[in-house]
C-alpha cells in the first residue's frame, strides 16, 4: 500500500518560501497517477493547492498559482512543493495526496507550517 | 468554479442512529467527480466514497452514498462510536483542473 510522509521547515518566517518534500513509499511516483498538495488552516476546510505529474507536468489553485511551484523527483520517489511571500494566512497543515480517479486516495498524515517572526 | 454547500453543518446523533449528509453543487455536475472524505481529530482525511456511491477499499458497507441531480447524499447506516468526525465532499472539475471542497459536516454524539 501506498506511503506518503510530508517534511519540511515547521517554521517559515513571513514574506519567506515554504518548502515541503513528499517521501512516496510502497509504490512508484511514476506509476501513472498526479500527486497533489492539500492545506488545511486550523480549524477551517481543505484547499486544493496543486498536482504534479511524473514529467514535472503541473497544475495549480487560481488562487494561489502565482506563488506556487511544484516539483518532481523520479530518482528520489519524491516531488515537492514551494510557496514564496508567505503571510500568516498561510499558516495551515499541509497534506501530500496521491490522485486517484477524480479523488485523493491516499494521504500523508500532514505537517503543520507555521508563519511567524 | 463550482461551489460545494454541505447541510447541515453540525448533526448530532447518538450510536446505533442513521445519519444523513448533504452535499449540493452549485450548478450541474457529474456524479463520477464527486468524492466524500471522513477527517478524525489530528489525522488526514480519509477516501469514503467516490464515483458518489463507490465505497473505497476497506471501507464499511454502513457508509453509502448516492445523487439525485445536483445534490448528493452521504449515509451512514447505524453510527458506530468511531463515526463520529467531520465529513467532507469533494468535486473534481476537469478543465481546468481542481479539485474544491465542501465546508464540512460534523458529526457528534448527542
Known amino acids: 500500500q501506498v506511503q506518503l510522509q510530508e517534511s519540511g521547515p515547521g517554521l517559515v518566517k513571513p514574506s519567506g518560501t515554504l518548502s515541503l518534500t513528499c517521501a512516496v513509499s510502497?509504490?512508484?511516483?511514476?506509476?501513472?497517477?498526479?500527486w497533489s498538495w492539500i492545506r488545511q488552516a486550523p480549524g477551517k476546510g481543505l484547499e486544493w493547492i496543486g498536482e504534479?505529474?511524473?514529467?514535472?507536468?503541473?497544475n495549480y489553485n487560481p488562487s494561489l498559482k502565482s506563488r506556487v511551484t511544484m516539483l518532481v523527483d523520479t530518482s528520489k520517489n519524491q516531488f515537492s512543493l514551494n510557496l514564496n511571500s508567505v503571510t500568516a494566512a498561510d499558516t495551515a497543515v499541509y497534506y501530500c495526496?496521491?490522485?486517484?480517479?477524480?479523488?485523493?486516495?491516499?494521504w500523508g498524515p500532514g505537517t503543520l507550517v507555521t508563519v511567524s517572526s | 468554479e463550482i461551489v460545494l454547500t454541505q447541510s447541515p453543518g453540525t448533526l448530532s446523533l447518538s450510536p446505533g442512529e442513521r445519519a444523513t449528509l448533504s452535499c449540493r453543487a452549485s450548478q450541474s455536475v457529474s456524479g463520477t467527480d464527486l468524492a466524500w472524505y471522513q477527517q478524525k481529530p489530528g489525522q488526514a482525511p480519509r477516501l469514503l466514497i467516490h464515483?458518489?456511491?463507490s465505497r473505497a477499499i476497506g471501507i464499511p458497507a454502513r457508509f453509502s452514498g448516492s445523487e439525485s441531480g445536483s445534490d448528493f447524499t452521504l449515509t451512514i447506516s447505524r453510527l458506530e462510536p468511531e463515526d463520529f468526525a467531520v465529513y467532507y465532499c469533494q468535486h473534481y472539475g476537469a478543465s481546468p483542473p481542481l479539485y474544491t471542497f465542501g465546508q464540512g459536516t460534523k458529526v457528534e454524539i448527542k
Open positions: 510502497g509504490g512508484s511516483i511514476t506509476n501513472g497517477n498526479w
Open positions: 504534479i505529474y511524473r514529467t514535472g507536468a503541473t
Open positions: 495526496v496521491r490522485n486517484g480517479a477524480h479523488c485523493l486516495d491516499f
Open positions: 464515483r458518489a456511491s
